[in-house]
């Protein structure tokens, strides 16, 4: 995006949030603005006056808030104890109840001068990207899973207009499951590298299986590549290719697993399964709840979420996250079970199938 000539902001959410709470409006716009003059600061773009925590403590002594709790002295961390405090944030929300209105209006305000300056350092004609990053961590314990859920549903349905920044691309990764309960948010999940068809027999997708083999030459090089798994390399890394599921990390995770366990050159085979079977661990062991539906995900090639409550939220995200469901893309979306696992899940299935 800088090639093209944006000014890219970034942030990272876990600097700001506590990922295991509930996430009200007030804290995100808060948060948001903080970030960005973080961000600016980062970038060596002056503001000419105080950054936003400053202005935002200033704010709201200057307005008729009741902020006597909330205990302002002298050096008082608003960015800290916004992470840390859930006291601190309960009174904060209970002190602007009812004032979201104007709170927006000043965060809003400080954004325009934040994008005033950095036009002025950078250019008139300045584009200006914020990538809000991270968000997508927020999810709840067994406690207060269903609360932090149903917050995070709130501020992407009821606030959504409040979190589109004038001036700014906002760009907010956020978690996989809004897109199954907020279906008519414009939300962009990336796919993996799609290396088998949307048909019975899973028939192979040349170009997705030719990305990950330029990836893995480029990785070793070419006579590094020959070097290390002998005179027709891609016989032999195939087999990681074709189980890495078409997701980056899976395949150089079990590209280190093959070296670390590799005493000789070029390496056996036995080192190649050695460490197929150490990273298959990762996804072990499978519950038979988890498996049945895994089961049917791989033979329906669907999420199938059947409900909206947040444990069946939470499993599918979690799904997700640890790579067990992949989602791919072939003008249709649709999902299946990893290739490391998914013989082991039918079997699980089907081995408990009354």
């Known amino acids: 995006m800088e090639a093209e000539g944006y000014v890219v902001l970034y942030a990272d959410a876990l600097d700001y949030i506590n990922p295991s709470a509930p996430i009200q409006i007030s804290d995100l716009l808060i948060i948001l603005a903080g970030a960005f003059s973080d961000a600016l600061q980062e970038h060596h773009i002056d503001l000419a006056a105080?950054?936003?925590?400053?202005?935002?403590?200033?704010?709201?002594?200057?307005?008729?808030?009741d902020v006597k709790e909330l205990n302002l002295k002298a050096g008082f961390d608003v960015k800290l104890e916004l992470k840390t405090s859930a006291s601190f944030r309960q009174k904060l929300s209970q002190a602007v109840e009812g004032r979201v209105g104007e709170l927006d209006n000043e965060v809003k305000s400080f954004f325009e001068d934040g994008f005033k300056a950095i036009r002025k350092s950078r250019g008139s004609d300045a584009k200006v990207v914020f990538l809000f990053d991270s968000l997508e961590q927020i999810r709840g314990s067994l406690s207060n899973e269903r609360e932090v859920t149903r917050s995070v549903e709130l501020l992407f349905s009821s606030y959504l207009k409040l979190l589109a920044i004038p001036y700014l691309h906002m760009v907010y990764t956020v978690p996989p499951w809004?897109?199954?309960v907020l279906p008519g948010t414009n939300m962009v999940v990336l796919p993996c590298v799609r290396m088998w068809n949307k048909d019975t027999a899973r028939s192979e997708c040349t170009p997705g299986i030719e990305a990950l083999r330029s990836l893995v030459e480029r990785r070793f090089s070419a006579g590094g590549l020959q070097r290390f798994f002998g005179p027709s390399p891609f016989s032999r890394a195939v087999r990681l290719i074709e189980l890495c599921g078409g997701h980056f990390r899976d395949l150089l995770l079990l590209l280190r697993e093959t070296v670390l366990r590799t005493t000789s050159l070029p390496v056996s085979d036995e080192?190649?399964?050695?460490?197929?079977?150490?990273?298959?661990?990762?996804?072990?062991?499978?519950?038979?709840?988890d498996a049945q539906w895994l089961a049917q995900i791989e033979r329906e090639r669907a999420?199938?979420?059947?409900?909206?409550?947040p444990a069946e939220i939470a499993r599918l995200t979690?799904?997700?996250d640890t790579h067990v469901v992949l989602y791919l893309k072939n003008g249709?979306?649709?999902?299946?079970?990893h290739p490391l696992i998914r013989e082991e899940v039918c079997k699980i299935a089907a081995a408990n199938t009354t």
């Open 50 to 65: 105080e950054g936003y925590w400053t202005r935002f403590t200033n704010w709201l002594t200057k307005t008729d808030v």
């Open 178 to 180: 809004l897109k199954f």
């Open 271 to 289: 080192s190649i399964e050695a460490a197929i079977v150490r990273v298959r661990s990762n996804f072990l062991p499978i519950s038979l709840e």
């Open 303 to 309: 999420t199938l979420l059947k409900n909206r409550e």
């Open 318 to 320: 979690r799904f997700l």
């Open 332 to 337: 249709d979306e649709w999902y299946d079970v």
